[in-house]
């Protein structure tokens, strides 16, 4: 019988995706690639609650040979360029396909907003051996929608959310370039913007932009307004992602 896979992320979308597939399908597998300690830390507690929230438990698929992304920039020596960043293909991509087979069908939980759908519209051309589809395009449910609806279930979402980023990807994601993100993880996750300013000396990684000049992220002014920042979604399209941004 081919497997139906529902690829959890840490994030609103997919975990609301995630419960409502499991009403229609109780036996599809909730898989997740679990990134170490690169996430928040209450991603866990969010996983944990969903978990609850499903019924049933995460499989968590890994790396062998990394544990986190830092291992894979200090392993590479290198951050992200044109061809995208080690880390997507390293820890999410290739675990991803140990994991799989021919047949089974794949749910993401990309939205209805005109972003998602422009991912999933390229995600559907660059797979299209694969069987997959995106349940919440399918029902028109946005990103907004997806919160609203983990309030009313009462599961608090992760705090990434409320310190002003817009998904759980990793924290100090290097396909972000904009400053506003860059300023965000200097106030409120200072340790990691700390490592990551100190790789990208040792790297060459000019990983932020401003007025069309790419500089070191630790050069940004100490004044720089933090706002709510954006950053790149973090899934198997990372490569062309990143194509867009240094576009």
């Known amino acids: 019988m081919s497997r139906v896979l529902s690829w959890f992320s840490s994030g609103a979308a997919s975990a609301v995706m995630t419960k409502l597939e499991l009403a229609a399908n109780p036996d599809l597998l909730i898989i997740q690639c679990d990134l170490g300690d690169s996430e928040d830390e209450d991603n866990r507690r969010f996983a944990a609650d969903c978990e609850e929230w499903f019924g049933k438990p995460i499989i968590r698929i890994r790396s062998e040979e990394y544990a986190n992304i830092d291992e894979v920039f200090e392993g590479r020596k290198y951050h992200a360029g044109i061809n995208g960043a080690p880390c997507t ?6 675990p991803r396909l140990d994991f799989q087979l021919p047949s089974d069908t794949h749910l993401w939980g990309y939205t209805a907003d005109a972003s998602d759908v ?3 519209e390229r995600m559907q051309a660059t797979y299209a051996e694969m069987q997959q589809r995106a349940p919440l395009i399918e029902r ?3 990103k907004d929608a997806c919160h609203a609806i983990l309030e009313r279930a009462g599961i608090k979402r992760p705090r990434i959310y409320d310190l002003g980023f817009p998904n759980g990807n990793c924290i100090g994601c290097v396909k972000a370039t904009s400053p506003d ?3 965000l993880v200097r106030l409120h996750i200072p340790d990691v913007f700390a490592r990551r300013a100190d790789q990208s000396h040792r790297f060459g990684s000019r990983l932020t932009r401003i007025n069309d000049e790419r500089i070191f992220i ?5 004044d720089w ?12 399209l990372c490569a062309l992602a990143e194509q867009d941004i240094a576009a």
């Open 140 to 142: 028109g449910l946005t």
């Open 118 to 120: 422009k991912r999933w």
């Open 89 to 94: 293909g390293i820890m999410k991509f290739a």
């Open 225 to 236: 307004p933090v706002t709510q920042a954006t950053v790149p979604s973090c899934d198997f």
């Open 181 to 183: 993100y860059w300023a």
């Open 218 to 222: 630790d050069e940004i002014p100490a």
